[in-house]
């Protein structure tokens, strides 16, 4: 829980309070997969808007999400807003921006029969404004719930192990419309409304059941040059995030190319592919737990990477495929899986203790600015592996509408789609392998914290926390 002038608490959540915490990520994650892998390929290959134009736009789009980030991160840490029982810093943008996204998700998942370019860059960022609406403050209100080093692993490890039994449901949905006699256009509407319809009471669940720190006392000052020092200064924040940029990259590009291994590299058919993104993050889900303990034993940061060390071995097979490897391709997926949840829950319990230091350094709360940035660099990452394997397969040859490819076009596929990412990951390991905020360290940093915090005045009662 958290104290009533915005201290984080130490103690443990219980299983209900962190389960209405969490839950709103099912629902968050539903599109998340829909609009990085099969939406790019759906507008460039069946509405026929072309690779490089679809892969334009979504760097455009994503370059103004990023942009945003920060903004909101600012807004929210800084600026409270009237919302019952006294105002408050998340809860009116998450109830805000869930409103914007759901709009923005049913018109550009049920995009009419000639959508055009300004259309898809529209709607994308009408979505991408919403999603990061909600996104940076409920990540934010995350980091607040507990300043215990464990403990946010655990959170982080609910909310995203729930995100991805989210991405579960947005790929069996497709499959369900697929059974039904849907087209692949009549399966993304309705992955729209089963993320609104599941959102719903996950959302009200979240803000009625889930406490908030009051707002501090005073605002703090515009952001300066000063602070801005001061993020520099921060140097596991700065080694953290170069990692998660390159690693986000690294799963970006398989990503936005898995539509396209599947259908020109494997030939397998619409129920393969939505098999194998099952089992992808089945595999996800499953190996939540395993990441958590080896946390324990030998830190965050270093058990993050042991998990991009077993995608890197699982990689290395992908140039060995060929038509027909569907089953072998995946077990890949199960391995990349595996390893994508530790990318999810275990980075963002790293992000929370850089910010005990930074608040330690400069004594402001600013959870929500620096979220911000992780989400902006996390979504710069993604906008350049789009770009970048769109791109690159055009400047290759690569033809989404042609039944067969050329060697070159192909080869080109499988180095982007594989070799790339096998590289960047190597440079993430490298950038975060000696990450400085071990147990002990964050554990010192959370006394002097603590000893640092407002005592309450003699003879006067403990404040409970509001929930509002």
Not at 265 to 272: I, K, V
Request: hydrophobic share 55%; glycine share 12%.
């Amino acid at each position: 829980m958290t104290g009533p002038t915005g201290h984080a608490a130490s103690g443990h959540l219980s299983a209900g309070r962190l389960l209405a915490y969490a839950l709103p990520a099912l629902a968050l994650a539903i599109p998340t997969i829909p609009a990085f892998v099969l939406l790019p390929a759906f507008y460039a290959q069946d509405l026929g808007l072309g690779l490089a134009a679809v892969g334009t736009v979504l760097v455009v789009a994503r370059l103004f999400d990023g942009l945003c980030d920060p903004l909101i991160g600012l807004m929210s840490d800084r600026h409270a807003l009237p919302w019952p029982g006294g105002k408050r810093r998340r809860k009116p943008y998450v109830l805000a921006g869930a409103l914007l996204a759901g709009l923005g998700l049913v018109q550009l998942f049920s995009p009419p029969a000639d959508p055009g370019i300004g259309y898809l860059l529209g709607w994308s960022m009408v979505l991408s404004l919403g999603w990061t609406l909600v996104s940076v403050p409920y990540t934010a209100w995350g980091a607040e719930l507990s300043g215990d080093y464990h403990e946010r692993a655990r959170i982080t490890g609910w909310r995203e192990g729930l995100a991805m039994v989210g991405v579960l449901v947005a790929g069996a949905v497709p499959a369900l419309a697929l059974a039904a006699g849907l087209d692949r256009a009549g399966g993304l509407a309705w992955v729209a409304w089963a993320a609104i319809l599941l959102g719903v009471p996950g959302l009200a669940l979240l803000l009625l059941r889930v406490p908030e720190a009051l707002p501090p006392s005073s605002v703090p000052p515009a952001l300066s040059w000063r602070d801005l020092r001061a993020l520099a200064a921060n140097g596991p924040f700065l080694r953290l995030v170069v990692a998660w940029f390159l690693n986000g990259m690294a799963t970006g590009l398989p990503a936005a190319l898995f539509p396209l291994i599947v259908d020109h590299l494997l030939r397998g058919s619409e129920a393969a592919r939505n098999g194998l993104i099952l089992v992808y993050f089945l595999s996800g889900v499953v190996f939540i737990p395993l990441w958590l303990g080896l946390a324990r034993r030998i830190g965050k940061h270093r058990a993050w990477c042991v998990a991009m060390i077993v995608a890197i071995a699982a990689f290395v097979w992908v140039p060995l495929l060929g038509p027909g490897d569907v089953l072998a391709f995946g077990v890949i997926c199960a391995l990349t899986g595996m390893a994508l949840g530790a990318d999810l829950a275990l980075p963002p319990a790293i992000q929370a203790d850089v910010i005990d230091l930074d608040r330690l350094r400069t004594g402001q709360r600013r959870e929500g600015l620096f979220f911000a940035l992780w989400a902006m660099a996390q979504k710069l990452a993604l906008a350049l592996a789009v770009g970048i394997g769109f791109w690159g397969l055009a400047l290759a040859g690569f033809e989404t509408s042609a039944t067969t490819q050329s060697p070159q076009a192909l080869k080109a596929l499988v180095v982007i789609y594989a070799l790339i990412p096998i590289g960047l990951k190597i440079c993430a390991i490298l950038v975060v392998w000696g990450h400085p905020l071990t147990l002990g360290r964050q554990k010192a940093i959370r006394r002097l914290l603590d000893r640092a915090a407002p005592a309450a005045s003699p003879g006067s009662e403990p404040r409970k926390p509001e929930i509002g």
